[in-house]
């Protein structure tokens, strides 16, 4: 008998544990110890911050009944201590969704504690929190009377192989369950690459929780006796986030008891863990009528077993996992740099050359590794491959990748995505295309323009002057644009639709709603989501959803079904008058437009995968979903692949986006839910200590969103729990990411780049990316730690400290000068008319301009004051280059732009250390007048005109 047996059977109630007895049996709560607090509900938190109540509650119990168990602490101070049993109850639901434990084991510790084993109690705390810490040798000295069964337990617990666990939903005794497990471990093989522990959960509704909530489970099996909801008292978060999850998937309407049903039902499970984690790999497991089911029910379920065929599974589970582990290029690059191998070739750093004989610069090998040099290779044979003509190990990992984020396509770019959208224009647009294309966005994308020879007609986003940065495109922008170019008679010519998503400072579009919208416009549009920043939130079920290959799908998916034909013919109804004219702009843009079912669905996307995930710098990645691939896009995609992509790859580049792949598919769920968490941790403790609140402000979606583009409300939606941010990721037209925050600092005395500068880096080593005047913005990632946010957090302390000392200790007499007010950031002023296609519509010939601004002769430089003088004598002086502040870091001015008052004023009080093409001694560059109007007039479109 083990003593938790034994405790149990000379404990009065046996087998229950006192946190199941009702109210009454508990009696006076001030009686028992475990029993002390009767008021407490049994609550697993929100499902995003579960791990860190996870963790934190094993930890706290430990310290707490290690005091008791050395005899420092009685038990009238464990009556008292609200918070072991606060901790006890909420583990006693959360364990239920993690294996190992479970919560006969927390209702075990429960006991033992009641019965004043705090030795034992302790043991059994002390395993799990060793497991959690990752320890495998237990830094408590262990009993030396074990019993068999808890020595094999220990002796796993210490099994250092990956470990992920395997949810079976099933209705089940405690003896089933206890006969699973135990055949899992006797299917255990020492040869397996990893091992596994099964989650048994009842129910659809904890099946759901289960895979919200533990993030280690990367499997399910559904057996059908599952019941649908739980009998957990479930906090109201989880709750809700679980009918959420649930209400969007239908499952059918069969009569209840008909074998239609219960298909009906497994398939809409499987929908819906489906839907939440794509990642997971789906089993059914069936006694009667298997190979009907198998027909019925293998569009969801990777395979069908009988209950019997335990085996099958075990090997099918592991198979599964070496899938995702597989990193076919990287695992290439290792066996190169195994192999001896003589180089006759260029790279004279190959396998160290160069370095390790010499006697100068044997540190770069002393520093990096020798690995590094031995993975250096300009080999594309011996199994490695070629990026540009993948056949082999590279490509292999770019389909993985296609796997990981939901495209059909993927493609690895090794110069960031700077790179990767010039890739994407070039293979999509040519000459005098027009691209509708955020003001606001990258310079990769202007410049992109420039080079392709498209006329970009810009879309303004809506600015945040009193912070001194722009907000995201409003759709019914974007809608107005492109009507007004089918009233033109020139929506031919709109071929490309750029936006970033999210933009820097994290707001992020409905990308499935503004492709929905512009494609009921104009049907064959192709999308570019420069994705640069929301790689990550591939991996969460709610960023997900306003993915660009997410949103794809979903659309591509809608497109094809019954009921949006027949709402698509519904509203065609009310958009167009009996003679087939459109109606008014009005309610085009009041409606909610519906593409024609055969609108093709042509989405691509560019991550910097290094900026958010795990690469090394530059390493990036395009997706494709285009369903006119293969007809439309595939060779003049490689051409312009071929174009930007140097012959010389960097070969460590392409290996970590391969491993960073693997890490996504196994942990990305879990990575991405701690980084939402702790960034919502930073916020709510700059909003709740007293200090801080009165130094910063935490701007949120209500500073950073205009209430007409919002309609869940709610400031923070995360902060309110899972479940107000999904509302608000489902309905809301613009969201704020969650793990980007923007602190405004106006009241530290300081502008942004000072605090960057002086006080964040010089003084505390803490880098941030971005700031503008009066903010500064703060991002976690998924390397992001509670300590470095504890750190983050001390560190603002002390910093508001020093400048409420440095407010007190200032001399009245000694007044601040008053700040220039920032004027608004300016709008695109307009091409000049020499550069203008039509004068009336927005877009311009900006190639033809900036060739001109090419040569020396063409331009002029002209000084501020200069410039101000001519346009205050009314002339239209037009840039010859880009302008780029940084930050904002995209163009104020690009070639063709006419320079305006506007523009001057905004540069003129512009504090950004670095400007690109703007040279303050110089002045800015101009397009002589002259010479403009006469030769653009003789220039064949698409061309330079000729030189004069
Ligand atoms: C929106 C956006 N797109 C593209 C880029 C360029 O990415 P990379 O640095 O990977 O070239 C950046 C860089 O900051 C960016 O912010």
């Known amino acids: 008998m083990t003593r938790i047996e034994a405790a149990r059977s000379s404990a009065p109630d046996e087998g229950r544990s006192p946190l199941a007895r009702s109210d009454e049996e508990r009696g006076d709560p001030t009686r028992s110890a475990v029993t002390g607090a009767t008021a407490l509900e049994r609550d697993p938190g929100m499902p995003t911050s579960t791990w860190r109540l996870r963790s934190d509650a094993w930890e706290y119990l430990r310290f707490a009944v290690k005091r008791l168990a050395l005899g420092s602490d009685d038990v009238e101070a464990l009556a008292a201590d609200s918070e072991i049993h606060r901790s006890l109850r909420a583990l006693e639901t959360i364990e239920m969704y993690w294996a190992g434990f479970g919560q006969r084991y927390v209702r075990d510790i429960g006991e033992l504690l009641e019965l004043g084993d705090y030795r034992a109690a302790l043991d059994r705390i002390g395993r799990v929190v060793n497991r959690l810490r990752g320890d495998t040798v237990p830094d408590e000295p262990r009993d030396e009377h074990l019993e068999e069964l808890e020595r094999a337990e220990l002796s796993a617990d210490a099994d250092p192989r990956p470990r992920f666990e395997v949810l079976v939903i099933d209705e089940t005794t405690p003896s089933d369950r206890d006969t699973m497990r135990a055949e899992g471990m006797r299917l255990r093989a020492p040869a397996d690459s990893f091992i596994y522990e099964y989650v048994i959960v009842p129910s659809a509704d904890d099946a ?88 019925a029910l293998t569009r969801r379920f990777r395979r069908v077993f009988r209950r019997e065929d335990q085996l099958e599974l075990h090997l099918s589970l592991l198979r599964r996992v070496s899938h995702l582990y597989d990193t076919p290029f990287f695992t290439a690059l290792q066996d190169h740099a195994r192999r001896p191998v003589g180089v006759f070739h260029a790279l004279p750093v190959a396998r160290g050359g160069s370095v390790v004989g010499s006697k100068w610069i044997k540190d770069l090998a002393d520093f990096y590794g020798l690995n590094l040099l031995l993975a250096e290779t300009s080999a594309t044979s011996g199994g490695l491959d070629s990026l540009l003509a993948p056949t082999g190990a590279i490509k292999k990992a770019q389909d993985l990748a296609a796997r990981a984020y939901g495209a059909k396509h993927s493609f690895f770019v090794t110069n960031g995505t700077s790179t990767a959208n010039k890739i994407v224009h070039q293979a999509l647009v040519g000459p005098g295309d027009v691209v509708m294309v955020d003001r606001n966005c990258h310079k990769s994308h202007h410049h992109a323009v420039m080079l392709t020879g498209a006329r970009p007609a810009y879309l303004e986003a809506y600015p ?113 008058s009996s003679d087939g004219t459109p109606g008014d702009d009005e309610t085009w843009l009041r409606e909610r437009l519906i593409p024609a079912p055969e609108a093709r669905v042509r989405v691509y996307a560019t991550h910097s995968t290094h900026k958010t995930l795990t690469a090394l710098r530059q390493g990036s990645m395009i997706h494709v979903y285009d369903q006119d691939w293969v007809r439309e896009a595939e060779e003049p995609f490689h051409e312009a692949y071929m174009t930007h992509t140097s012959t010389s790859p960097n070969y460590q580049i392409l290996s970590s986006l391969d491993i960073g792949r693997r890490q996504v598919e196994l942990e990305g769920f879990e990575l991405v839910q701690r980084q939402l968490d702790l960034a919502t941790s930073l916020s709510q403790a700059i909003a709740r200590h007293p200090l801080l609140r009165r130094t910063f402000r935490v701007l949120t979606a209500h500073d950073l969103i205009p209430a007409a583009h919002r309609e869940v409300g709610r400031p923070m939606p995360l902060r309110d729990g899972l479940a107000t941010m999904w509302q608000a990721w489902t309905h809301d037209e613009f969201v704020v990411d969650p793990s980007r925050i923007t602190i405004e600092i106006s009241r530290t005395g300081v502008d942004g780049d000072t605090f960057k500068h002086e006080h964040l880096m010089d003084r505390y080593g803490i880098q941030v990316n971005k700031t503008s005047r009066n903010t500064v913005l703060f991002m976690t990632n998924i390397g992001t730690s509670r300590s470095a946010i504890a750190y983050l957090i001390e560190v603002l302390v002390k910093l508001a400290e020093r400048f409420e000392e440095m407010q007190a200790q200032r001399d009245p007499d000694d007044r601040v000068r008053p700040e220039t007010p920032m004027p608004p950031l300016p709008d695109f002023s307009a091409f000049s008319p020499g550069y203008a296609t039509d004068g009336v519509r927005p877009d311009g010939d900006m190639r033809a301009a900036f060739f001109r601004g090419q040569r020396r002769k063409n331009i002029e430089h002209v000084l501020p004051d200069e410039l101000r003088e001519r346009v205050a004598r009314d002339e239209q002086p037009v840039s010859a280059g880009f302008v780029t502040p940084y930050p904002p870091g995209f163009p104020v001015l690009v070639p063709g732009q006419i320079i305006t008052a506007e523009v001057l004023d905004f540069m003129s009080v512009l504090d950004t250390r670095e400007i690109h093409g703007y040279n303050a001694r110089r002045g800015y560059r101009v397009l002589k007048p002259q010479d403009e109007t006469a030769q653009q007039a003789a220039a064949p479109e698409g061309q330079a005109p000729p030189e004069s």
């Open 208 to 295: 759901v929780a289960a895979v919200l909530t533990n993030p280690n489970i990367l499997a399910c099996v559904v057996r059908p006796g599952f019941s649908d909801r739980t009998r957990q008292r479930l906090s109201r978060d989880l709750r809700e986030t679980v009918d959420l999850a649930r209400a969007e998937v239908h499952t059918g309407s069969a009569p209840a008891r008909s074998s239609l049903a219960s298909v009906q039902r497994v398939l809409g499970l499987a929908d819906t863990l489906a839907a939440i984690r794509p990642e997971l790999d789906l089993y059914l497991m069936a006694g009667a009528h298997i190979e009907d089911l198998a027909g």
């Open 464 to 576: 945040l002057n009193d912070y001194a940065f722009y907000g995201a495109v409003p759709l019914s922008r974007i809608k107005q644009m492109l009507l007004d170019y089918r009233a033109a008679g020139r929506l031919d010519e709109v071929r490309m639709i750029t936006l970033t998503n999210c933009t820097f400072d994290g707001v992020v579009y409905d990308p499935e709603r503004v492709m929905a919208e512009c494609l009921a416009i104009k049907p064959d549009l192709v999308f570019l989501w420069d994705e640069a920043w929301f790689a990550f939130a591939a991996f969460h079920p709610v960023t997900r959803r306003r993915t660009a290959m997410a949103a794809a799908k979903r659309l591509q998916e809608r497109l094809r079904t019954g009921a949006h034909a027949a709402a698509y013919r519904e509203q065609q109804q009310r958009l167009f």
